[in-house]
């Protein structure tokens, strides 16, 4: 990239800037998919993860919903997508996360945030799961 005039190459540095630490803030937990019928409640979730999976069931838990690491028995399926990691502190990293929650291979919830991931407080996966128990827990 070619700039002729010094001014224009310090607005380029700050458009870098901005728009590099726009992706590292963390973004609230939001709903994109709700259910169109009320969802049963008080049942088992298996809980699908790649990446931190004790942390999340940790995490469901303690909100409340019966999550379990094993298939047999479970109601409902809980894919949990934990992007790469956007910025790293002491305690973990900033990354996209989406709950994608399944009956019977149909998609009927999903949240998707960003924010810290790991042993940070407050974290995300907590907020996330406190948001899928007002629609699945006791």
Same mark, same amino acid.
């Given at each position: ?8 190459l ?9 728009l ?18 009320p ?7 298996f ?6 999976? !004790? @942390?999340?069931?940790? +995490?469901?838990?303690?909100a /409340? #919903?019966?999550?379990?690491?094993? =298939? ?8 949990v997508?934990? !992007? @790469?990691?956007?910025? +790293?502190?002491?305690?973990? /990293? #900033?990354?996209?996360v989406?709950? =994608?929650l ?12 960003r ?23 006791s």
């Open positions: 990239m070619r700039i002729a005039h010094p001014m224009g310090a607005v380029a540095v700050v458009l870098q800037l901005v590099l630490s726009s992706c590292t803030t963390p973004v609230p937990a939001t709903v994109t998919r709700a259910p169109a019928t969802l049963k409640s008080n049942l088992k979730i809980v699908q993860a790649t990446v931190q999976q !004790g @942390r999340i069931v940790e +995490s469901l838990r303690n /409340g #919903i019966d999550a379990q690491e094993s =298939l047999p028995g479970a109601d409902y399926t809980l894919l997508k934990v !992007g @790469r990691n956007r910025r +790293s502190t002491q305690c973990g /990293g #900033i990354s996209n989406a709950y =994608l399944s009956d019977e291979g149909r998609y009927v919830l999903v949240i998707k945030g924010g810290l991931t790991g042993s940070c407080r407050p974290n995300i996966f907590d907020e996330m799961s406190y948001m899928l128990s007002s629609y699945v827990g």
